[in-house]
């Protein structure tokens, strides 16, 4: 069975955050402070509850004096480690100081690499953070002559629906006709599933050069189009994070190693890439009522009957829906954090 909680999540590319001010976020149904003072080296990463009496500590300010998080509500104060150092209304310290680990912050692990922050969706295994590498993309490397930007923008529509979307590029001329693609210009896409575990899928288009596919599971999909003479290489990375049911945060990295010519050559998939919100809000149109739609007939059938997908060009749908009922029982962990099912 898949772990959603045991993975790493890049929620935030690390330009989009700022020091001395808390900032919120909601990970697989919890919610989390995300904070750094000028003392601290990295970004901390807490439940955004005060163990006082819950307010959320993102409204909190970062102490002038000590450095720590602190809350807005009665002034308690917490360190990098979520411990409690200070509580305005004690009567002697002793309080303070028997009970640090009873008044914690529960604190998940964070990283940072290739300008993202990552977080470990479970707070009680830090261990197995330690263990598990980030889901990181082979086109984020300026040793193999990449540069590349990021994005961060949320979604009102699921996990799921995202995924499927992206793992079809079919719908491209479609959906986006006029800003990437041109509807005139369809024609039939052969995605052939080259590997297919619990931990990885990867699919290939072939025309006249190779498209990649790749959709490391839970949160990594990520293109590689191949193109030109010269090995010329464009990178479309998206990973896709769980908010609760029906939202979902993408966070994009566009990745090419051709950055001296461009000008020169533009093709069809740089259009997708320039237009990156005019593309999401096509799509978010007709995702946020089809995946409506289909969850109604999900109450009572499988996707299988549901879904008409005769061509090649739905394979990579196919095989995540398969993924998703094989490893996931169709369905994400909300029940864990206290979210009935998908709300529509
Ligand atoms: S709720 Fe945070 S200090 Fe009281
Ligand atoms: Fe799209």
């Not at 300010?61 to 009665?74: F, V």
């Not at 290739?114 to 300026?142: F, G, H, R």
């Not at 990375?237 to 994009?252: D, F, Q, S």
């Amino acid at each position: 069975e898949f772990n959603f909680f045991q993975n790493w999540y890049p929620i935030f590319p690390l330009e989009d955050l700022e020091i001395n001010k808390p900032q919120s976020f909601t990970l697989l149904g919890q919610r989390l402070v995300i904070w750094k003072g000028e003392k601290q080296k990295k970004y901390q990463v807490f439940l955004d509850l005060c163990p006082h009496r819950l307010a959320p500590l993102s409204e909190g300010r970062i102490d002038e004096e000590t450095g720590n998080l602190m809350c807005s509500y009665h002034g308690w104060q917490f360190n990098e480690k979520g411990i409690c150092t200070c509580i305005p209304q004690a009567e002697n310290q002793e309080l303070v100081v028997k009970n640090q680990h009873n008044f914690a912050v529960k604190v998940f692990p964070t990283r940072e690499e290739n300008d993202l922050l990552w977080v470990w969706a479970d707070a009680n295994t830090p261990d197995l953070a330690e263990k598990k590498p980030l889901p990181l993309s082979p086109q984020i490397d300026k040793e193999k002559g990449f540069v590349w930007s990021s994005m961060v923008r949320d979604l009102e529509y699921d996990w799921q629906t995202f995924i499927e979307n992206v793992a079809d590029p079919s719908h491209v001329p479609f959906a986006h006709h006029g800003l990437q693609g041109n509807r005139k210009q369809a024609q039939p896409m052969a995605i052939e599933i080259v590997k297919s575990s619990v931990n990885l899928i990867e699919a290939q288009v072939s025309r006249l050069f190779t498209t990649t596919i790749t959709f490391e599971p839970p949160s990594r999909l990520e293109y590689a189009i191949g193109f030109g003479d010269k090995g010329q290489q464009l990178g479309l990375i998206t990973y896709c994070i769980p908010i609760e049911p029906g939202k979902c945060r993408i966070v994009a990295q566009f990745a090419r190693n051709f950055a001296y010519s461009l000008h020169k050559i533009t093709p069809r998939w740089w259009e997708h890439i320039k237009t990156r919100n005019a593309v999401l809000d096509g799509d978010m149109i007709l995702l946020h009522q089809q995946e409506r739609f289909l969850q109604q007939k999900l109450a009572g059938e499988n996707w299988k009957n549901s879904y008409k997908m005769p061509t090649k060009a739905d394979r990579l749908v196919i095989e995540f829906r398969r993924w998703f009922d094989i490893y996931c029982e169709g369905k994400l962990p909300w029940e864990k954090v206290g979210f009935s099912n998908f709300e529509n």
